[in-house]
Structure formats: structure tokens, C-alpha cells
């Protein structure tokens, strides 16, 4: 009876989870952006962020923007990201001497004096990710924030991702968009002889 028992529950389990990751792809957005430059950014997100992002391009910069959500006078979260080319693939050193040179920037205000680094790989991109508080956070201001650098060929894509108390816990889905980036540099014209 007990062997029964748990096969049943097992059944039910992967059942359960057959359910969630079918519905769970419904729940995300596939969709790709101008670069400013050339190329394509192409990135997936979880549909609670908003189907249509605010999105330009101005000087070198591509810039999208989810959020904010929640009440004006203290917002839950926001995602921002901020994408530049480089002239060449950005290397792991570049990368990480440009999330160092971040996290000494934002220790100005953070509670944090020991920031680590985390890595993330996706299948076309590398990460680098660290979280702070912000000890000096005001009224409709956020308390916290993640960023990463994400390297991605030649297309580096700065991702902040602020929230406060209350916000959904949204880590994982972060996560899965950051592995998501893709860039697509523009096919080269041919030479006219």
C-alpha cells in the first residue's frame, strides 16, 4: 500500500511539473531589438514584466525598460537594460574589469563592503553578476539592486534589476532572460568592384 502510496504522489509530482513547464512557455516572450550600431539583441522575458517594453536607441546605446510596477509612491521592481557595441568581442578579463569597476561605483552606496561576483553562462553570452542595498533609499526609491554585465560577441549589455519589499521574487526569471541574450551582428555588404 505505502509503495503504491508514493508511486501515485511520484506520478502526480511529474505530472505537476510536465503542467508547469508547458504553461510556464506561455508565459514568455521571445523578441528581438535594434542595436544601435547594427546587429540584433534577441532576448527572452517572462510576460509579468509587460508584452511591450519601452525601447529606443539613441547616440550608441540601445535601451529597454520593463517597469516600473507597483504603487507610484514606492514602486516593487524595475528592469533596465542598457546595451553598447564594442569594436572587438569582449573578452573574460574585459568583463570582469568592467563589473569591478561597477561595484566600486556603487559601494559609494551600498550597505554592502564586500560585493561578490557571481558567473552566469548562457548559451551565447557570459555574465557577471552581484547584488547591493541601498542604504540611502528614499521614499519611491528602490532598495535593492542586481546588475549584470553580460558579454555577448561584441554587445555589451548592462542589466539592472531594482526592487524593493513586496516585489515577486523574480531571481529565477532573471536569470533565465540573462542566459537568453543573443546578439546578431549585421551580415557584411559586399564589396562593390
Request: glycine share 6%; aromatic share 12%.
Amino acid at each position: 500500500m505505502l509503495l503504491n502510496t508514493l508511486r501515485n504522489t511520484a506520478v502526480c509530482c511529474g505530472l505537476l511539473l510536465l503542467f508547469s513547464v508547458n504553461s510556464r512557455a506561455d508565459d514568455w516572450t521571445q523578441r528581438s531589438f535594434d542595436v544601435a550600431g547594427g546587429g540584433v539583441l534577441t532576448m527572452e522575458y517572462p510576460n509579468y514584466w509587460g508584452k511591450k517594453p519601452k525601447y529606443e536607441t539613441f547616440d550608441a546605446v540601445t535601451d529597454i525598460q520593463f517597469g516600473p510596477y507597483g504603487p507610484r509612491e514606492k514602486p516593487f521592481f524595475l528592469v533596465h537594460l542598457q546595451s553598447f557595441l564594442a569594436v572587438d568581442p569582449i573578452s573574460a578579463k574585459d568583463l570582469m574589469e568592467i563589473t569591478e569597476v561597477e561595484i566600486t561605483k556603487l559601494k559609494q552606496i551600498s550597505f554592502e563592503t564586500d560585493v561578490p561576483i557571481n558567473d552566469l553562462q548562457g548559451p551565447h553570452n557570459t555574465a557577471h553578476y552581484f547584488s547591493i542595498t541601498d542604504r540611502e533609499s528614499k521614499r519611491g526609491e528602490f532598495d535593492y539592486l542586481t546588475m549584470a554585465v553580460i558579454a555577448s560577441g561584441n554587445l555589451l549589455t548592462k542589466c539592472y534589476f531594482f526592487s524593493s519589499d513586496g516585489a515577486p521574487d523574480f531571481g529565477a526569471d532573471a536569470m533565465q532572460m540573462m542566459q537568453s541574450i543573443k546578439y546578431t551582428a549585421p551580415v557584411p555588404k559586399p564589396d562593390k568592384k
